[in-house]
């Protein structure tokens, strides 16, 4: 499979062939980790995500040792900064802008 094309390997990922064993093997593996364990262990769907970002952000961040604080919270940090920063249409802004500087510089 390190070899395949990307046809070859979507066949073989489709038929539950990888390197490290079936997909959905460690999916459920995860998903049951995050059940029993949910203090060390974060099973973050993107569908969940995109539903509900902030109370998703307030999950991953607390999982990771930084909640965020009463402060930051009231003051819509998440929303206000961290989601919409991380948002397709900021990161499409920031490839415009990053292309057109790109076209400037000579070698």
Known sequence: MENAS????????????????????????????SLER???FLFLKYEDMKKDPTSNMKRL??????????????????EES???MCSFEQFRRKQKW??????NCRA
Do not use: M, N
């Not at 990922?13 to 593996?29: E, K, T």
């Not at 990053?98 to 076209?103: A, E, G, L, N």
């Open 38 to 40: 949910p203090e060390i």
């Open 61 to 78: 961040a607390e999982c990771i040792g930084y909640p965020f604080t009463t402060q930051e919270e009231k003051e819509d940090v998440i």
């Open 6 to 33: 990307f046809e070859e390997a979507f066949d073989e990922f489709s038929q539950g062939i990888s390197l490290c064993g079936p997909y959905w093997d460690h999916i459920s593996g995860y998903s049951k980790a």
């Open 82 to 84: 961290i989601i919409k």
């Open 98 to 103: 990053s292309s057109k500087r790109r076209t």
